[in-house]
């Protein structure tokens, strides 16, 4: 079966500096997998290298067999990443800004409704969706940029660092969101310094 995620002697380096030292792993259909590490061990880099937005200079990564190739609407389909800053709209609500990424996927239906609702509740933002952006806490912005990635439809999805600014309960509604996206069949790749997401996880990238 070809792999969702498969890095191959992966690695970056620039000048004298080491990025990402190689690194060879395969993730399957609805697996979980963490990448750890200490700080500047490469994650983020390996991150990037599949959301394309990082040039390997050796070896290679693919995504469901084909290289990275994100101006490609059918590869953006498979993939969707919380690895750069999601861009937010200062004078929409939390749940419009969630709608409206349903939207652009699933169409004015239902389903974009049902989802909207469902990724909203899930991450705990039921009682924040009518705030706007300025109005959250760092958590809650965090949680927020977690449903805009949640919502949309993806056989894979790359998490960096999601429990950034979350605390314990919070980490653990996402692991139970990831884990039923999971069960329904999507991949994750996730940096982490999270003992109980690492836990959570079917398999592990160590990295340094
Ligand atoms: N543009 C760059 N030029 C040179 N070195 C860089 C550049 N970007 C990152 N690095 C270095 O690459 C290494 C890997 O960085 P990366 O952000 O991937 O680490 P990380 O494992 O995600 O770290 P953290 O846990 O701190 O988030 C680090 O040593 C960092 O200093």
């Known amino acids: 079966m070809v792999p969702v995620l498969a ?3 992966a690695a970056v380096e620039l000048a004298d500096t080491t990025l990402l030292a190689p690194t ?9 997998w963490c990448v750890t590490g200490g700080n500047g061990t490469g994650k983020t880099t390996l991150l ?21 190739a994100m ?4 590869h953006r389909r498979l993939m969707a990443s919380l690895v750069e800053p999601v861009p937010v709209a200062r004078d929409m ?23 909207t609702g469902r990724v ?12 706007f952006p300025h109005q959250v806490s760092s958590g809650q912005s965090q949680l927020f940029s977690l449903a805009l990635t949640l919502v949309r439809p993806a056989d894979v999805v790359l998490l960096d660092e999601p429990e950034r600014h979350l605390d314990r309960h919070r980490v653990d509604l996402v692991a139970g969101l990831l884990a039923e996206r999971a069960e329904a069949g999507t ?8 003992p109980a997401l690492v836990a959570a996880c079917d398999g592990r990238v160590e990295l340094g």
């Open 7 to 9: 890095a191959d002697g």
């Open 24 to 32: 060879t792993f395969e993730v399957g259909p609805g697996e979980r």
């Open 48 to 68: 990037r290298a599949f959301a394309g937005t990082r040039s390997l200079t050796a070896g290679s990564v693919s995504v469901r067999g084909e290289p990275v």
């Open 71 to 74: 101006t490609d609407p059918r």
């Open 93 to 115: 609500t939390l749940r419009e800004q969630v709608a409206l990424v349903a939207a652009s996927w699933y169409g004015n239906s239902a389903a974009a409704a049902e989802g």
């Open 120 to 131: 909203v509740e899930r991450l705990g933002l039921s009682a924040l969706g009518e705030r």
């Open 187 to 194: 991949a994750f790749l996730v940096a982490t310094h999270d």
